[in-house]
């Protein structure tokens, strides 16, 4: 009869037990259905221990016996491969020593450079905690999500995180530019009532513009805004996201707690679900790392440390110049926003907030107000209520005011646009309004009366001409010179005092002054005389 052994261990204990007993070496190999050989090597095993001792660590993790293989004649030609090319792979090592006449296969040799070539080991992160208040970490990641409603869309999920309490606040935009970044940043501070004394950044261009000598040049636009909350921006090295991995983690929280298994209408409604997913979910989870609840901790501890908001939010308005069409609208994203129409082809200032869009005259007094429109859209407000009932004229005379103002040539230059075109003058008019876009009202003036001189009446000549004889310049650039004119008159003159004023500062007389810069009497008389 056979006795069932479920391990070795086992089977050398029956053996070495029923052998002291009085069982013979044929019969324990005929019992276990097994060799006299294996009965034999098991007890004489039993026997050796007894009598010599044994290492159990040693006897547990036996060096196995190398077999020779196919590679051994070419590990040399290997290792200088590896030596030239430490990134080379293991087929390309495979063709190299095949046509050296190796016959094995290509997994034994993978296996071999697994042993001649290691992976690296990664050094070891070590997280860093901060003390309540000092750090927070920002951070963006897309997302495509198929609404309900909507349909498919890429969406943005901001994340800004506190390092001591990993309170978290998240929102969804479709847009990731420099604006709607300052503009999270203020909900997030409001969210938490105070702002942090420094927040980590990566290296994306809204934040850092450059890196100069391993050191980070901030946008100056993020500067001015993060510096009014008294934040100071520290911006991670390239290539090591691990360094605010607070911040990166908690999206996957995002991922499989607050989007996984939930359907959405649209934008607008992942953006409210996301406000009672941050006070319901994220608050009062147990965090992995603290084992508190965010919000628990936030309200005993860090609260207080962090900095008070001020009194004046910062201004995170997108301002910009914007010629007004000859049918009374300023483009913006896309989208025509009306304007009243007596300002047709003035250059007009535009402020445009998150919701809404302001429009301002040339004295920067406001104009209307229209609300904002996603951008993409392609929508042309309604502009009655802007225009009022009347129809707007295409011909010249709603803009012969406008077209008088660019000079002093243009009354002339139009006259002779009359006597040539007396049909289509409107449109030639309206023609060289539009190049106040691209050039200035002085250019185009001094075009008219290089124009004029030549009895060249037409819209297309003064194209043509200021291509040739004008700098093309932008809006922007016009925003520049004013902002630089104003500083100019804000700044105090600097006048330069006489140098007698300077001589009585230093205690001698407006004279002594005077003779106390000339050439000494000995130094003359040698220039007086080369020859001595």
Same mark, same amino acid.
């Given at each position: 009869?056979?006795?069932?052994?479920?391990?070795?261990?086992?089977?050398?204990?029956?053996?070495?037990?029923?052998?002291?007993?009085?069982?013979?070496?044929?019969?324990? !190999?005929?019992?276990?259905?097994?060799?006299?050989?294996?009965?034999?090597?098991?007890?004489?095993? @039993?026997?050796?221990?007894?009598?010599?001792?044994?290492?159990?660590? #040693?006897?547990?993790? /036996?060096?196995?016996?190398?077999?020779?293989?196919?590679?051994?004649?070419?590990?040399?030609?290997?290792?200088?491969?590896?030596?030239?090319?430490?990134?080379?792979?293991?087929?390309?090592?495979?063709?190299?020593?095949?046509?050296?006449?190796?016959?094995?296969?290509?997994?034994?040799?993978?296996?071999?450079?697994?042993?001649?070539?290691?992976?690296?080991?990664?050094?070891?992160?070590?997280?860093?905690?901060?003390?309540?208040?000092?750090?927070?970490?920002?951070?963006?990641?897309?997302?495509?999500?198929?609404?309900?409603?909507?349909?498919?869309?890429?969406?943005?999920?901001?994340?800004?995180?506190?390092?001591?309490?990993? =309170?978290?606040?998240?929102?969804?935009? /479709?847009?990731?530019?420099?604006?709607?970044?300052?503009?999270?940043?203020?909900?997030?501070?409001?969210?938490?009532?105070?702002?942090?004394?420094?927040?980590?950044?990566?290296?994306?261009?809204?934040?850092?513009? $450059?890196?100069?000598?391993?050191?980070?040049?901030?946008?100056?636009?993020?500067?001015?805004?993060?510096?009014?909350?008294?934040?100071?921006?520290?911006?991670?090295?390239?290539? $090591?996201?691990?360094?605010?991995?607070?911040?990166? !983690?908690?999206?996957?929280?995002?991922?499989?707690?607050?989007?996984?298994?939930?359907?959405?209408?649209?934008?607008?409604?992942?953006?409210?679900?996301?406000?009672?997913?941050?006070?319901?979910?994220?608050?009062?989870?147990?965090?992995?790392?603290?084992?508190?609840?965010?919000?628990?901790?936030?309200?005993?501890?860090?609260?207080?440390?962090?900095?008070?908001?001020?009194?004046?939010?910062?201004?995170?308005?997108?301002?910009?110049?914007?010629?007004?069409?000859?049918?009374?609208?300023?483009?913006?994203?896309?989208?025509?926003?009306?304007?009243?129409?007596?300002?047709?082809?003035?250059?007009?200032?535009?402020?445009?907030?998150?919701?809404?869009?302001?429009?301002?005259?040339?004295?920067?007094?406001?104009?209307?107000?229209?609300?904002?429109?996603?951008?993409?859209?392609?929508?042309?407000?309604?502009?009655?209520? &802007?225009?009022?009932? =009347?129809?707007?004229?295409?011909?010249?005379?709603?803009?012969?005011?406008?077209?008088?103002?660019?000079?002093?040539?243009?009354?002339?230059?139009?006259?002779?646009?009359?006597?040539?075109?007396?049909?289509?003058?409107?449109?030639?008019?309206? @023609?060289?309004? $539009?190049?106040?876009?691209?050039?200035?009202?002085?250019?185009?003036? @001094? !075009?008219?009366? @290089?124009?004029?001189?030549?009895?060249?009446?037409?819209?297309?000549?003064?194209?043509?001409?200021? #291509?040739?004889?004008?700098?093309?310049?932008?809006?922007?650039?016009?925003?520049?010179?004013?902002?630089?004119?104003?500083?100019?008159?804000?700044?105090?003159? &600097?006048?330069?005092?006489?140098?007698?004023?300077?001589?009585?500062?230093?205690?001698?007389?407006?004279?002594?002054?005077?003779?106390?810069?000339?050439?000494?009497?000995?130094?003359?008389?040698?220039?007086?005389?080369?020859?001595?």
């Amino acid at each position: 009869m056979t006795t069932f052994i479920q391990s070795r261990e086992e089977l050398e204990r029956l053996l070495v037990t029923m052998n002291r007993e009085g069982w013979s070496i044929r019969g324990l !190999a005929r019992h276990f259905s097994i060799s006299r050989n294996m009965v034999r090597r098991i007890l004489r095993k @039993h026997q050796a221990n007894r009598d010599q001792g044994h290492d159990i660590l #040693k006897d547990s993790h /036996k060096v196995r016996a190398i077999r020779p293989s196919k590679l051994d004649s070419f590990v040399g030609q290997i290792n200088q491969l590896l030596e030239k090319y430490p990134k080379i792979t293991g087929q390309r090592v495979f063709e190299e020593i095949r046509d050296a006449g190796y016959t094995g296969g290509v997994s034994i040799l993978r296996e071999r450079l697994r042993i001649l070539r290691p992976t690296p080991k990664k050094t070891p992160i070590i997280r860093f905690e901060t003390e309540p208040g000092l750090q927070g970490q920002m951070d963006w990641s897309p997302y495509t999500i198929d609404f309900a409603g909507t349909g498919k869309s890429k969406v943005n999920c901001f994340s800004y995180i506190l390092g001591f309490s990993r =309170r978290h606040y998240i929102d969804f935009t /479709k847009r990731r530019d420099f604006f709607t970044l300052i503009r999270r940043h203020q909900d997030s501070f409001a969210h938490f009532n105070g702002v942090p004394k420094q927040c980590l950044y990566d290296s994306e261009k809204t934040v850092v513009l $450059r890196w100069e000598a391993g050191k980070p040049v901030f946008n100056p636009s993020f500067s001015a805004f993060i510096t009014h909350y008294c934040c100071r921006p520290i911006a991670c090295q390239r290539g $090591r996201p691990q360094t605010k991995g607070k911040v990166e !983690a908690p999206f996957q929280y995002v991922e499989k707690n607050l989007l996984n298994g939930r359907e959405f209408q649209d934008l607008d409604d992942l953006k409210g679900f996301a406000k009672w997913w941050l006070q319901e979910r994220s608050d009062t989870h147990i965090h992995d790392t603290t084992g508190r609840p965010p919000f628990e901790l936030f309200l005993e501890q860090e609260q207080e440390a962090l900095q008070p908001l001020p009194y004046h939010p910062y201004d995170s308005s997108e301002v910009a110049l914007r010629v007004c069409s000859l049918e009374g609208y300023i483009e913006f994203e896309t989208n025509l926003y009306p304007v009243p129409y007596e300002h047709v082809a003035d250059i007009l200032t535009m402020k445009a907030m998150e919701h809404e869009v302001f429009i301002y005259s040339v004295d920067l007094a406001l104009l209307v107000r229209h609300e904002r429109i996603p951008a993409g859209s392609g929508i042309k407000l309604d502009a009655h209520q &802007i225009h009022g009932a =009347r129809k707007i004229r295409y011909g010249l005379e709603p803009v012969r005011d406008q077209f008088i103002a660019l000079g002093e040539n243009s009354e002339q230059f139009l006259k002779g646009l009359q006597d040539k075109h007396p049909k289509n003058c409107g449109f030639h008019a309206r @023609h060289i309004l $539009r190049q106040k876009e691209t050039y200035h009202c002085d250019d185009i003036n @001094h !075009a008219m009366g @290089h124009a004029c001189h030549y009895h060249a009446y037409d819209c297309k000549a003064i194209e043509r001409i200021l #291509k040739a004889k004008a700098a093309p310049r932008t809006l922007e650039s016009i925003r520049n010179e004013q902002a630089a004119e104003r500083l100019r008159k804000a700044l105090p003159q &600097i006048k330069q005092r006489p140098l007698d004023e300077y001589s009585t500062l230093l205690g001698g007389s407006a004279h002594e002054g005077k003779t106390a810069i000339r050439q000494p009497e000995q130094d003359q008389g040698q220039l007086e005389n080369p020859e001595t």
